[in-house]
């Protein structure tokens, strides 16, 4: 789709690579840098100084966003939760009007191409970017005339491999909306069924003489 795009940058670089490949292909491109994202009144303002219609949104501000120890501070976790969702549902609620039929919602995670199915993200941190793919599926059924894509990335590819598997999924035409890149490979998820076995439970019970 030739048109505007908003595309929320990332500090990692594929934000601006993306951005390159889309004025390649003859849209305009409106980055977002990712410091606004976390004053919510300042992103208002950058969304009400940019009217007219859009071709599309491009969040990317939870690529690079640093995991959290359990320990972490209330406004840790609520700068993370700012930047990394909250904003994508601020910017989506603020540009609707502006968001024809056929337009482009696309939301990018880095839990490692898996959205965490592996268990890569366990551990003693998180990070807070799981809720965008919910948020992505309400918005499909709510405005199915979009093209809504959530894309989870492997970190360990580079920004430019990234950007180049984003704007693939920009330009295809229909296709699942949860996609994964582990490694660079493009997978799509299924629900498969799974054999109905009795939960099992082992009781330790320990008697007490008085």
């Avoid at 690579?17 to 950058?46: H, I, N, T, Y």
């Amino acid at each position: 789709t030739i048109g505007r795009f908003v595309v929320v940058a990332d500090g990692g670089g594929v934000g601006a690579a993306l951005a390159a490949r889309l004025r390649e292909r003859g849209c305009s491109v409106d980055v977002l840098e990712p410091p606004a994202l976390l004053d919510e009144a300042a992103l208002l303002a950058w969304c009400h100084a940019r009217p007219g219609p859009l071709a599309g949104v491009v969040h990317l501000a939870a690529l690079d966003r640093l995991p959290l120890d359990l320990q972490a501070s209330t406004e840790d976790w609520r700068r993370q939760l700012q930047a990394s969702e909250k904003s994508l549902f601020v910017l989506l609620r603020e540009s609707s009007a502006q968001l024809a039929d056929g337009a482009h919602v696309l939301a990018a995670t880095a839990l490692g191409g898996r959205y965490g199915r592996d268990g890569r993200c366990a551990g003693a941190a998180l990070t807070l970017q799981g809720g965008s793919v919910g948020l992505l599926k309400s918005l499909h059924e709510e405005r199915p005339g979009l093209r809504v894509k959530a894309v989870d990335t492997d970190p360990s590819e580079d920004a430019e491999a990234i950007a180049a598997a984003l704007l693939g999924e920009l330009e295809l035409d229909g296709g699942r909306i949860e996609v994964g890149y582990p490694s660079g490979q493009r997978t799509v998820f299924r629900t498969v069924a799974a054999p109905d076995e009795p939960a099992r439970r082992t009781v330790e019970v320990e008697a007490f003489c008085s």
